[in-house]
């Protein structure tokens, strides 16, 4: 897109005026007073010919950034498409994807090519968010400046939402015959309760360039972010285990994996991270581990987490998969049906971590129910946001 | 043209509803990962003694946390049965001629897992002998049962060759009460008294 106009000769904007509640804009518009102006400005232009030339501003789609199509009215319009506040999936093209503790960044960047500006004026670009989401809890437009590799979270900020006070796209004293990359890019964040949202919704940004040697407004370029449908923010959630401190390792695979080594009946050199707690009939290894639940666009703000054991070991009698809220216990069978399974909590925060205690019972059975070698079960963990 | 390609983003997005599998998902309010949790289970042994409660009196078995697991101190002992030792004592039948034996009684516990037989022996056998001139001896209950010894011939001598069965076939985690003692023979000459001792050890076999 290719813009190129002189607001100031041909519309002078005057204070906005807010009277009796209402806010009102004015123009001049007495045809004596613009001719004065219009021939001021022109015998200045025959005394500055080179401060007279109006700049070019041109904002354009950056390779390897989202796509954007021109529209009318130096108006250029694209969407990110489909997003979450956890980052799952795969972004739309032209976007990079920035996890982040609290939300997550979708990024693209962008072109702007200023031209033309008589030496030595020099053209900076702004930006303000004329039109925001409605959702503005859901999805918060956040800028880079050109100045930036704009490659990181920490590059970005958020755009402003005041024409009066626009966010430094192009920084002072600015460019001339110069393309630069900028960055653009929509915060996800987490977002549940009252304010959750899913669906889609648009947004628009003004980009001003101004002149800054003599500080005046050159051009404008809108960009849409509504085509072909706007943003669409989706409903996410994700469960992880961790290890927690002390207690063995899990390594993540399909999904993850525990493994206690070597154990008896009696309990004799527990492995690291392992302790082990007196029963009945044989003996319980444990350790702790870490529950990680994580959602977002959900009215609730908490979640449940249940746990069962969807493969059981092959000599179950021998091997039992027991829990505990605490490293002493009690410890408790896990079920071993969807239908019986083990409640952990139902009130679990979004990015929280529930640190939970899961023992190995090892019978001390001897003879023909006796069992020596290497045994394996699942345990599947579901988490629900209601 | 634009009405084609708005139908199929429409379309595009009903098909992203899709969730993800694993641990994580979107469009939807539930996720499912999995935990595989392995072990390898080991037989195990466990042969602990413990301080009689069957004799009128006991010698304390005492833990020591190293080497050897355990020690009994039957005190003060001479031939004739004149010291009263630490815990219980048969004088010789014939002072001068024949032995004195200092006792007590002590629990065995054996516990073992995961073994494919419950089948079991517990052994003893002398393997440090006290010092020469061997004028006292490890001595046993010969009956290898829990009933107290009567009189020294109850006793016989803890082997130091081979070892001594003196339980068969316990159950896992009981208590096995012996008795186990000190004969004092009435040898004269060097080095026949003074602070003596000697290590018993206890084998729990299951097989």
Not at chain 2, 34 to 59: D, F, R
């Amino acid at each position: 897109m290719r813009f190129r106009e002189h607001e100031d000769l041909r519309r002078t904007h005057l204070p906005v005026v807010k009277s009796g509640g209402k806010v009102c804009g004015a123009s001049i518009r007495r045809p004596l007073s613009a001719l004065l102006i219009i021939l001021a400005v022109a015998a200045i232009a025959l005394n500055k010919p080179a401060e007279a030339q109006n700049g070019t501003f041109t904002v354009s789609a950056a390779p390897g950034g989202i796509a954007f199509a021109a529209g009318g009215g130096g108006t250029l319009s694209g969407q990110f498409g489909t997003m979450n506040a956890l980052g799952i999936g795969t972004p739309g093209t032209g976007v990079t994807v920035i996890p982040l503790s609290n939300g997550t960044l979708y990024l693209t960047k962008y072109q702007i090519t200023i031209s033309g500006l008589p030496n030595p004026h020099r053209g900076a670009v702004t930006a303000f968010v004329n039109s925001n989401f409605t959702h503005p809890a859901a999805l918060i437009l956040e800028s880079c400046p050109s100045s930036s590799t704009c490659n990181a979270s920490g590059n970005f900020s958020a755009i402003s939402l005041l024409a009066a006070a626009p966010t430094a796209v192009v920084a002072a004293p600015g460019i001339t015959d110069q393309t630069v990359t900028a960055g653009l890019a929509i915060f996800v964040p987490d977002n549940n309760g009252a304010s959750s949202f899913t669906g889609v919704d648009t947004a628009r940004i003004t980009l001003t360039a101004t002149d800054t040697t003599n500080n005046k407004n050159f051009a404008t370029a809108e960009i849409r972010l509504d085509t072909p449908v706007g943003e669409t923010v989706q409903s996410a959630v994700r469960l992880t285990l961790a290890s927690a401190t002390g207690g063995l390792t899990i390594t993540p695979g399909a999904d993850f994996s525990m493994n206690f080594g070597f154990v008896n009946g009696l309990g004799f050199n527990p492995g690291a991270g392992l302790t082990t707690v007196a029963a009945a009939g044989g003996v319980v290894y444990s350790t702790p581990y870490v529950l990680q639940p994580a959602f977002s666009a959900f009215r609730s703000t908490t979640a449940t987490i249940k746990t069962f054991v969807s493969t059981t070991f092959a000599h179950p009698t021998v091997l039992i998969l027991r829990d505990a809220a605490a490293s002493a216990g009690p410890y408790n069978n896990i079920g071993t049906t969807a239908g019986t399974a083990t409640q952990i909590t139902t009130a679990a925060p979004d990015r929280s971590s529930i640190t939970r205690f899961l023992g190995l019972f090892v019978s001390n059975t001897n003879g023909a129910a006796a069992f020596q070698g290497s045994d394996s079960a699942t345990l599947t963990f579901t988490m629900t946001v209601p | 043209m634009k009405k084609y390609f708005t139908i199929f983003t429409l379309g595009m997005m009903a098909l992203s509803t899709a969730a993800f599998a694993g641990t994580t998902a979107t469009n939807t309010n539930a996720v499912s990962p999995t935990l595989q949790i392995s072990a390898t289970i080991q037989s195990a042994v466990q042969l602990t003694l413990s301080t009689g409660t069957a004799a009128v009196t006991h010698c304390a078995v005492t833990p020591t946390g190293g080497t050897p697991d355990y020690t009994m101190n039957f005190g003060t002992v001479d031939a004739l049965g004149i010291n009263a030792g630490n815990c219980n004592k048969f004088a010789p039948t014939t002072p001068g001629t024949t032995n004195a034996i200092y006792w007590s009684d002590y629990n065995l516990n054996p516990v073992f897992t995961s073994q494919t037989t419950a089948n079991n022996t517990i052994t003893a056998q002398v393997t440090t002998d006290f010092a020469a001139p061997n004028n006292i001896f490890i001595v046993r209950d010969s009956a290898n049962s829990s009933t107290v010894p009567a009189a020294v011939t109850d006793f016989a001598a803890v082997s130091t060759a081979t070892p001594d069965p003196i339980v068969t076939n316990a159950a896992s985690g009981s208590t096995q009460t012996r008795f186990i003692g000190v004969a004092v023979t009435p040898a004269n000459g060097p080095g026949v008294t003074g602070a003596k001792s000697a290590t018993v050890t206890f084998t729990l076999t299951v097989q």
